[in-house]
């Protein structure tokens, strides 16, 4: 687990050096994936379903949701150590949401947001906020006219959190709210249904991708502003694939990253690369649902690794091939496609949730079902494949201290390393410290 680490220095070339020596080529490791955890109805909340997205705390630890399980089996947050020790932190009862399936993301607050889909008052989802200790805040319940949020919130630079609505019949709606619960709706135009929320650009806007919707009826991205303005700007076509589940990730080059669950040449989903304009689309990869020499439908979304890769999953393949049960992948901005696990029941199946990155290199992700457990209610693996944290020494301007004694002014020079993480889809725009903690 990494430790916050701030250093002061008599000279700013040690700190420097340290960073460079962190940053040196390790050996390289062959990916290693393990199943770190698995999940039980009865013990610690099970199934935990798309979009399902794990945070990592302040405390190195990582946090999430289940979509069953608990006292009332309505879901439950728990807390995760990077080597799989899980604790349950809040049983869902039904008055404070129902099935919490967004998972979470951190606030600059320390504290951690998601949605319900159902429960609440009126039984129509709920925003919440939980402290790592475990106590749980009912910021908002969501009413008919905006219903049944899928994916969770995103902290925008000013600070609101904003997320959409994915009602059966609609509308579908965008939103923003506070860290204490001032809701205010923002757009009924949110296409069609976004299953996995919002990511802030670089560009301060927010970028979604739906289900349907678009020319076609087959899925879109689209593009949110901080007022409410929406606009698609790409729209699926089954060629080029249809039926997002996902978020779109942001990459290092600015272009919006993503999947499809189906179409492509195969039927099997694909893997996109776009500008935030909507030009400049291309497809990395076109997963083959028949053919089975890997996995297919990319329910899950990419995380945008450290090493330049991006990390995804998919639930399924081709019931006689030897990838029936989907698998985790890495794939380059270029295209550059390598398997790197076949799930298999005892190990994972059925990976739903998008992977991310924790500080100390290692990939995260979960599976909805599979597992040694007679139940198969879902596990959380690992994913080692030997790339350290990316980080820099920074020198900071010092507080000039006032030697009152002598009327004399000494710098005082501080120095932080920094982790600066690419999880695109929750968390561009901050700075990473060794303990997990966010500063702009």
Known sequence: MFRTHRLTLPFPLYGLLACLLSLA?????AQTYTDIHDFSCAVDGCQPINPGLLAQGRDGNLYGTTDHGGAADMGVVFKATPDGV???LYSFSGLDGQN????LVMGTDGNFYGTATRGGTNNDGTVFKITPAGVL???HDFTDSDANPRGGVVQGKNGLFYGTTCSQFGPWTGYSITSSGKFKHLTNSIPPCPFSGLILGTDGNFYGASQVGGITYQGTVFRMSPAGAVK???SFDLTHGAYVYSPVVQGNDGFLYGTTSGGGSGQGGVVFRMATTGKKFSLLRQFDSRQGTDGSGPFAGLAAATDGNFYGATAGGANFGPVPNGDVFSITSGGDYSMLFAFDSTH????ESTPMQHTSGMVYGLTTRGGPNLSQD???YRLDYGVAQFCESRRKVGHRRKDHRHSRHWPDWKYEREVRL???QLQRGFRYLHDGSRTR
């Open 100 to 103: 919490p399936d967004s998972g």
């Open 137 to 139: 805040t009912k910021l």
């Open 232 to 234: 698609i700007l790409y």
């Open 86 to 88: 899980v604790t349950p």
């Open 348 to 351: 994972g199946i059925l990976a």
């Open 378 to 380: 879902g596990v959380l």
């Open 422 to 424: 690419r999880l695109g």
């Open 25 to 29: 080529p390790t050996t390289v490791q």
